[in-house]
């Protein structure tokens, strides 16, 4: 008796996988189909992005020269001045201010323009490496770096000059030692120290007052 219906149960078995596997098939595409046009909608209907801050107007005096720009409130003074501007003699090292290849000078102090906002500079008179020579007339320490051989690569080389003009406008290069104390903020990985010390001693003396 069970011999004579065996055949019949397997054909029943197999016609039930097959009509269970072609239903699972069909719900995947029309899953899948659902999906994509859930995507499609989506991409239709921008969503406005939290990490996008509103832009803001700040006029910047940059060298001499007063710029209107907009940019978000956490741009960085470094990120404006290069992408701006355009004044990419101002370094981007490892913008954590743990380098002083950025360093610029707000009303005369040096500054890592990394860790600094530009909208905080609309009133400020902010000096770059571009702003110290007049015309072909270089900066006593630019023409100082040239003639002591201060730089190698000259990747630091103009965080170096501003941070050696801030520290000579604060009167902190009485010695060697107060030199390399002050300037220990701008790293040099070709290692030009000496050099560097030398040309702000050199600048240093070619400010002071004549005697005699």
């Known amino acids: 008796m069970s011999s004579d219906h065996a055949p ?20 995947l595409v029309v899953a899948g189909a659902a999906g994509g046009l859930s995507k499609a909608r989506g991409a239709d209907v921008e969503s406005p992005r939290p990490d996008r801050l509103a832009a803001v107007a700040v006029t910047l ?16 003074l470094l990120d404006a001045l ?18 002083g290849a950025c360093t ?8 890592y323009s990394c860790l600094t906002l530009a909208v905080m500079h609309g009133r400020a008179r902010v000096t770059t490496i571009e702003g110290l020579a007049d015309g072909d007339n270089l900066h006593p ?6 003639e002591r051989d201060a730089f190698q690569c000259g990747y630091c080389t103009s965080g170096q ?13 009485r010695s060697e030692a107060e030199i390399r104390e002050q ?11 000496p050099n560097i010390v030398a040309a702000i001693q050199d600048a240093r003396a070619a400010a002071l007052p004549k005697r005699g």
Not at 14 to 21: C, G, K, P, Y
Not at 183 to 193: D, K, L, T, V
């Open 61 to 76: 005096q940059v060298n001499g020269r007063k710029h209107d720009l907009k940019v978000e409130p956490r741009v960085t």
């Open 8 to 27: 019949e149960r397997e054909l029943e078995d197999d016609v039930s996988r097959r009509d269970f596997l072609q239903q699972a098939a069909g719900s």
């Open 104 to 111: 610029v000078l707000i009303d005369g102090r040096r500054v």
């Open 141 to 146: 320490l630019q023409a100082a770096f040239i």
């Open 82 to 99: 290069r992408e701006q501007l355009g004044l990419t003699g101002t370094k981007k090292g490892c913008d954590h201010g743990q380098c």
């Open 161 to 173: 000059i501003c941070s050696g003009i801030g520290l000579l406008n604060e009167g902190h290069a």
């Open 183 to 193: 300037m220990s903020g701008n790293i040099c990985r070709c290692g030009a120290y």
